[in-house]
């Protein structure tokens, strides 16, 4: 027999009964729509959990730490973050930038033109590696690798106000403060910064009471946008000027307080890491700390969010399995009473010359055509259960403020398959039985009934 | 040989309980290709069980079945469906249409399990219902056709997959005199004209008296063999 006659023959004896075929179906569909609503719920704030990382950092970016010794004493080395350290760490499969930083240990006062800005932090960066880390700017380049220029993060801008002439200490009049977390009132326009001309003034105590200020002019490349990890005003330079300032104002490198003994020796205050997909963290991961530096991931947090989601799904998912287990029985029930009333049917048929796998087949079909049916409509049922859980209300559970949520209740193609695979699974299971007793039918006994 | 139908001391024994009920005691026959025989005997001497014996519905007790020269006896149940697909017709007294399924679609049903391309299926099967001259009822359910039209499409069915043997057990039983005349004489042109073996059982004396040989069963033994000219 043909697979679409079967299928054929099968359709119409469904339809024959007609509401026997519904009910049957039904249970399937409760089932598996039970299953899909379930999982996609759990898949969902699994999402969302995993997504509030995501907009907090990114992800395939790590920030490297000097290591050191847990047992301190006359032997004891701190692992330091050096030109060596760099090569080390871009030989770690999975790397795709490194991009060393150091701060300035020294306060900064930023000047354009009559306004001025305090209390930005100063980082300096290996411009080479920069396009590795994919920078969003909001308006022009990133740093060239050139000598004096600076980028700076979208805060900059309302750091700065307009200095009081005599009295610096009424500067807050105004000095307006934007908070991050509000949306930008746009009452005042933000100062546009960009191919400007900064001066940057640090000073040092040279004495008692005598100071001494010195001044950077920098030209403003670009501007970033806002977003991940993007906390707070942040002005970018190039490392060797940073690197110059700290030797103006004292120091040199990290620590020591020692000068930077050669190229090769120059220390670095953290290195940033880029890696090359998600997947490949937590393996850049164990090979930075193998080499003795300190990092840390939000992966590791999403592992633990993701073991404690897939308990989440085991069980949603189980009770919905158990529903599906009530329908498999309804289903054998159902082919059963379908042999009793096709006895005479099925003896016709062996006698016209119907082979026992076809008989088999047939029943087989049967079923199976009653949970894919089942499996269809649970499927609608499961997608309509998500929207209406997505078009509830947003609730801010995991999320941070001002972020963009995403669905509650997510159905991936996988879920769909599987579903609709599993309730297929589950009417040929319980045919089994069933068509098997229809095979054994012994044509002469069934052609007697009437 | 193609057609033809021997028994071998064929015995059969029914099970009643722990009671063994003999049926038949030994039947040898032999029916030659393209010849139309009639079994006859009053209810109760055996015909019937004969006849599904030949079908393979049955295993005797013991003996011999040969049938266009295969040995049915020691097929499995399995084998004993193919052959039945691919040599045999068969014939009901109450018809045993699917009540679910048209005429054309009762007669397809036959090559469906033979695994037939539907077109070519649809177009034997409508040659086949033409020939038994229900051109017209093609597209009817049984319960929208007589008796006799019913039969007629039931022999259709018999004939769809060109087996060398029709079984018929009494395939007038449930027809009028006229109409069953109709039925017989139908299966008799197609005997004579398509050269196919006929095994009918029947118990009137006057239908079978249109095939070639009639035999006669009494208490599971053949007792008389009658030709007619």
């Known amino acids: 027999m043909r697979f679409l006659d079967g ?38 704030l699994k999402e969302n959990a995993v997504r509030s990382f995501d907009n907090f950092q990114d992800i395939t970016v790590l920030d490297i730490y000097p290591g050191w010794n847990e047992t301190p004493g006359p032997n ?112 005042k326009p933000r100062l546009d910064m960009v191919n400007k001309t900064l001066n940057l003034v640090l000073t040092r105590h040279t004495g008692e009471d005598s100071l001494e200020t010195r001044t950077y002019k920098v030209r403003v490349k670009g501007m970033l946008s806002e977003g991940k990890g993007q906390w707070g005003p942040i002005i970018y330079l190039p490392m060797e000027m940073v690197q110059e300032m700290n030797e103006w104002l004292g120091h040199s490198g990290f620590g020591t307080g020692g000068r930077s003994r050669g190229r090769n020796h120059v220390e670095y ?20 700390k193998a080499l003795g530096y300190q990092t840390w991931s939000p992966m590791e947090a999403i592992k633990e969010i993701n073991s404690f989601f897939l308990v989440v799904q085991l069980i949603l998912g189980g009770i919905g399995a158990i529903s599906l287990l009530v329908a498999s029985i309804g289903i054998m029930n159902t082919m059963f009473m379908s042999i009793l009333e096709r006895t005479k049917e099925i003896g016709i048929m062996k006698v016209l010359g119907a082979t026992i796998p076809s008989i088999r087949q047939m029943f087989l079909l049967e079923s199976g055509l009653i949970g894919c049916l089942g499996g269809i409509s649970g499927l609608i049922v499961g997608y309509i259960f998500a929207s209406l859980v997505n078009m509830a209300p947003q609730s801010n559970l995991f999320g941070m403020p001002g972020e963009e949520l995403g669905d509650i209740a997510v159905i991936p193609p996988w879920l769909v398959l599987f579903a609709l695979g599993f309730s297929i699974f589950i009417g040929v299971i319980s045919g089994l039985l069933p068509a098997n007793r229809a095979a054994k039918i012994s044509p002469l006994q069934a052609l007697r009934q009437e | 040989m193609i057609g033809s139908i021997e028994t071998c001391d064929l015995k059969h024994t029914f099970k009643l309980g722990k009671i063994d009920v003999p049926v038949l005691h030994g039947i040898n026959l032999q029916v030659k290709s393209g010849e139309f025989v009639a079994l006859c005997g009053a209810s109760g001497s055996g015909k019937s069980t004969l006849l599904n014996l030949i079908a393979g519905l049955t295993k005797p007790t013991g003996g011999k079945i040969i049938i266009n020269d295969t040995d049915i006896t020691n097929l499995s149940e399995n084998q004993l469906c193919l052959f039945r697909q691919k040599n045999l017709g068969f014939i009901f007294q109450s018809y045993n249409l699917i009540p679910s399924l048209t005429a054309l679609e009762n007669v397809e049903l036959t090559l469906i399990f033979a695994g037939l391309p539907p077109r070519e299926r649809k177009e034997k099967a409508q040659f086949f219902l033409e020939l038994v001259g229900l051109a017209d009822r093609m597209n009817h359910k049984p319960n929208e056709l007589s008796g006799g039209q ?68 009494r208490d599971g033994l053949v007792v008389e063999e009658e030709v007619v000219a």
């Open chain 1, 7 to 44: 299928i054929m023959l099968v359709w119409r004896n469904l339809l024959r009964r007609k509401s026997r075929t519904f009910l049957t179906a039904l249970g399937v569909a409760i089932g598996t729509a039970a299953i899909v609503g379930m999982v996609a719920l759990a898949i969902g």
């Open chain 1, 76 to 187: 004891s080395q701190t692992k330091q973050l050096t030109e060596d350290s760099v090569a080390d760490l871009k030989r770690i499969p999975g790397v795709v930038g490194v991009m060393p930083q150091t701060g300035l240990y020294g306060a900064l006062e930023v000047q354009m033109g009559r306004m001025v800005g305090e209390g930005m932090q100063v980082i300096g960066v290996d411009a080479r590696e920069a396009e590795k880390f994919d920078f969003q700017l909001q308006e022009g380049t990133f740093l060239s690798g050139s000598k004096n220029e600076a980028v700076i993060s979208y805060l900059v801008p309302d750091y700065m106000y307009q200095k009081q002439r005599n009295s610096r200490d009424n500067k807050d009049e105004g000095h307006y403060y934007r908070d991050p977390f509000q949306e930008d009132s746009g009452v």
């Open chain 1, 269 to 288: 205050e953290m290195v940033r890491v880029k890696v090359a997909s998600r997947n490949e963290v937590e393996q850049v991961v164990d090979g930075i």
């Open chain 2, 150 to 217: 019913q039969q007629r499409v039931s022999v259709a069915r018999a004939l769809v997959n060109n087996p060398s043997v029709v079984l018929a057990d009494e395939p007038t039983g449930n027809l009028d005199s006229h109409t069953g005349r109709e039925i017989m004489n139908l299966m008799r042109k197609i005997n004579i004209e398509g050269k196919r073996t006929f095994l009918v059982v029947t118990h009137d004396l006057s239908l079978a008296r249109l095939a070639d040989r009639v035999i006669f069963l």
